[in-house]
């Protein structure tokens, strides 16, 4: 199939009925990349209701890792839709939720038993976490990292800090929460040099211990570190080898849980199952949602076992473990194991990677280039010297692209990030980048 297509300037007449009335109905809360109208997906393409044919580079917001309408999670849906749409599984049973947690509890990360908690998204399941840890240590304190984005209702949202205006106006927000520093190595906080990235990781515990525990918080009253193993709208940050592995250490010291974000990290997207997994690390909480559903909403905490051991009534969600959305799951899951996605996402990783690193070398504005398998940011930036931020740049880089047909979006303010579905087939991935490739030699 000659992809991509575009027949009509988007947004095309149709779309832009579907805008106006969009703009009377819908809250203006919602920030749009772009206006792209989608009428329905295929695969990883995305098809809008004026008849242009996209290349998906962002599936659905990382949601989509098995591509759109994957026949096999549309027939699982169908069968258990058949059955039961819902029965409220904290206050009753089925088969369903107990597949589907047996199967996340057998690849989640660790070599010691676990449990699950269902919930409805990943903010709701980062609101499990930060429950949990706080039941569990009886601690109040709870360590997160600038820069992460953990969701929006409140406990998760008083953690997130990538954007200011995802906090301006809510406070006062739940107490207890410290932020520190993430070792954003291309622009260390404690200023080591970008060549050095295990120096601002070193940087990074040393302010923890020395100036955070040292300081004003104690160490004894700490629940839990939270943190994504690679931020996700702070930018597609990696942070140094050696990070999350001495955080670990700090960790274990002061007897202090480990909350691992996979919610946009995990499901095979960087190459192994969870992000985590890249450092050699276990944490003691995980958490998912995304594209955990195959497109349906669902969210889980999945914690030792003998950490989860609140007592009935303590936690609960109606909607939670939605047969429906489980059956999806265990679909997608059998999926990515089936497909062998996950060595695809490392090797097709490897191979953009290796391009997009040829770019950081032709184009001054490409300053940095950073991920894990299909996972990968780009830093746009004014010039490599000043290493400037340029997220208008960055923006026009993403319109030009969408308008020659190819869904991709930014991270953080000024980075591009590629993260099509895991079963993108390679003639369109390297398709869709040569059109990037070709907006930023146009914007440079």
């Given at each position: 199939m000659d992809v991509p297509k575009i027949?009509?300037?988007?947004?095309?007449?149709?779309?832009?009925?579907?805008?106006?009335?969009?703009?009377?109905?819908?809250?203006?809360?919602?920030?749009?990349?772009?206006?792209?109208?989608?009428?329905?997906g295929e695969g990883s393409l995305l098809y809008d209701v004026d008849g242009n044919v996209y290349i998906d580079l962002n599936s659905g917001l990382g949601v989509m890792n098995v591509g759109h309408a994957h026949p096999e999670v549309v027939e699982a849906i169908k069968r258990q839709a058949e059955k039961l749409l819902h029965y409220s599984n904290t206050d009753f049973y089925y088969e369903e939720s107990v597949k589907f947690a047996e199967k996340l509890v057998s690849i989640a990360p660790g070599n010691f038993g676990k449990k699950v908690f269902f919930s409805n998204s990943g903010t709701?399941?980062?609101?499990?976490?930060?429950?949990?840890?706080?039941?569990?240590?009886?601690?109040?304190y709870v360590i997160g990292f600038?820069?992460?984005?953990?969701?929006?209702?409140?406990?998760?949202?008083?953690?997130?800090?990538?954007?200011?205006?995802?906090?301006a106006g809510f406070s006062p927000l739940v107490p207890g929460i410290v932020h520190v520093p993430y070792p954003y190595s291309y622009r260390c906080p404690f200023g080591a040099s970008p060549d050095d990235p295990e120096e601002c990781a070193n940087r990074t515990i040393a302010f923890i211990e020395d100036w955070v525990f040292g300081k004003f918080v104690p160490p004894e009253e700490v629940a839990a570190f939270?943190?994504?193993?690679?931020?996700g709208e702070g930018g597609y940050i990696v942070p140094p080898e050696n990070f999350i592995p001495q955080l670990r250490k700090l960790a274990n010291e002061h007897g202090i849980l480990l909350i691992d974000d996979e919610v946009q990290a995990g499901?095979?997207?960087?190459?192994?199952?969870?992000?985590?997994?890249?450092?050699?690390?276990?944490?003691?909480?995980?958490?998912?949602?995304?594209?955990?559903?195959?497109?349906?909403?669902?969210?889980?905490?999945?914690?030792?076992e003998d950490v989860m051991t609140w007592p009935g009534g303590s936690h609960a969600s109606t909607f939670g473990g939605n047969p429906v959305s489980c059956a999806s799951g265990l679909a997608t899951i059998n999926v990515i194991e089936r497909e062998k996605l996950v060595e695809r996402a490392a090797a097709l990783g490897d191979k953009v990677m290796k391009l997009l690193n040829e770019w950081k070398e032709k184009y001054e504005i490409v300053g940095d280039v950073r991920g894990k398998g299909l996972m990968i940011g780009i830093e746009i930036v004014k010039d490599k010297t000043s290493r400037k931020k340029a997220p208008d740049l960055a923006?026009?880089?993403?319109?030009?692209?969408?308008?020659?047909?190819v869904a991709i979006i930014t991270a953080g303010v000024n980075a591009l990030r590629i993260f099509p579905p895991l079963n993108i087939e390679e003639e369109y991935l390297f398709k869709a980048l040569e059109i990037v490739e070709d907006k930023i030699r146009e914007v440079s």
């Open positions: 027949v009509v300037t988007p947004p095309g007449p149709k779309a832009r009925e579907i805008l106006e009335r969009d703009s009377k109905v819908i809250s203006p809360s919602y920030v749009r990349f772009y206006p792209l109208v989608v009428e329905r709701e399941s980062v609101e499990a976490a930060i429950k949990l840890a706080r039941w569990r240590t009886k601690r109040q600038i820069g992460a984005f953990h969701g929006r209702t409140y406990g998760s949202l008083s953690i997130t800090s990538s954007k200011p205006v995802q906090r939270i943190f994504e193993p690679i931020q499901m095979g997207r960087t190459g192994k199952w969870w992000a985590i997994q890249h450092f050699g690390v276990d944490p003691d909480i995980l958490t998912s949602a995304k594209a955990l559903g195959g497109g349906l909403p669902i969210g889980a905490t999945i914690a030792r923006q026009e880089i993403m319109m030009r692209a969408w308008k020659s047909g």
